[in-house]
């Protein structure tokens, strides 16, 4: 299993600043996944930050607007760059700790832009 | 790519009785895990129930048990015995280690409601 400390849990954020949202993991992890959701609307993948490499971006989410850090094998930060009031969102990190293990997520961060 | 399909966007039953929530997915893929998750008001994912594709035997969990139809690509919850604290966002989820690593794509969501 894998317990993940998400932060910060909510925040309230002037358009065109910027946030960064930080998930630390009790164990080491190969790779972290970076996912965003919508007001009513399901889970999207951001990201996935690989230790040692830049994250691999899925269609639609670029670097320059969500850069990802990933500095060692139990943390990653996402930015949210530019923010405006689409950004509002829940983001959430996520670790699978094994191949046949389920996936663990992070509290989650609420994101609204004003 | 694969895709993960929940058809009711809500659903409601009443405490105490039984509901199931539908899931439709489509890979071509052979090995690949489904899950099904709970997200309550505080946001939390929490894990309902998991099914590797490779066992034939439905997953059971306590309350939850799941009918996975492999040929049909379907994979329904049913939670027995409703409880109040199982109102929240249900979501189907789909994995394979084969092409998608360990990424999870989800269904769009079922809202549950329990009626006291």
């Known amino acids: 299993s894998a317990v993940i400390s998400q932060k910060p849990s909510r925040d309230i954020c002037q358009r065109g600043t910027s946030l960064t949202i930080q998930c630390q993991v009790d164990?080491?992890?190969?790779?972290m996944f970076w996912y965003r959701q919508q007001p009513g609307q399901s889970l999207t993948l951001i990201a996935t930050a690989n230790q040692g490499s830049e994250a691999t971006y899925e269609s639609g989410f670029v670097i320059d607007k969500f850069p990802i850090s990933r500095p060692n094998l139990t943390f990653s930060t996402l930015t949210v760059s530019n923010m405006s009031p689409e950004d509002s969102s829940i983001y959430l990190c996520?670790?699978?700790?094994?191949?046949?293990?389920?996936?663990?997520f992070g509290q989650g961060t609420r994101l609204t832009v004003v | 790519a694969q895709t993960v399909t929940q058809s009711q966007p809500e659903m409601s039953v009443q405490e105490a009785e039984t509901v199931t929530l539908s899931c439709t997915y489509d890979?071509?893929?052979?090995?690949?895990?489904l899950f099904w998750y709970k997200q309550p008001p505080s946001r939390q994912m929490i894990l309902v129930i998991r099914?590797?594709?490779?066992?034939?035997q439905n997953a059971t969990e306590n309350r939850f048990s799941v009918n996975f139809q492999k040929a049909a690509k379907s994979f329904s919850l049913k939670i027995s015995d409703s409880q109040l604290g199982d109102a929240a966002m249900y979501f189907c989820a789909y994995r394979s280690e084969e092409t998608s690593g360990s990424r999870l794509t989800f269904g769009e969501g079922t809202q549950l409601t329990v009626n006291p």
């Open positions: 890979t071509s893929e052979s090995d690949y895990y």
């Open positions: 099914q590797e594709a490779y066992k034939q």
């Open positions: 164990s080491q992890v190969t790779m």
């Open positions: 996520s670790v699978v700790p094994g191949k046949n293990t389920e996936a663990f």
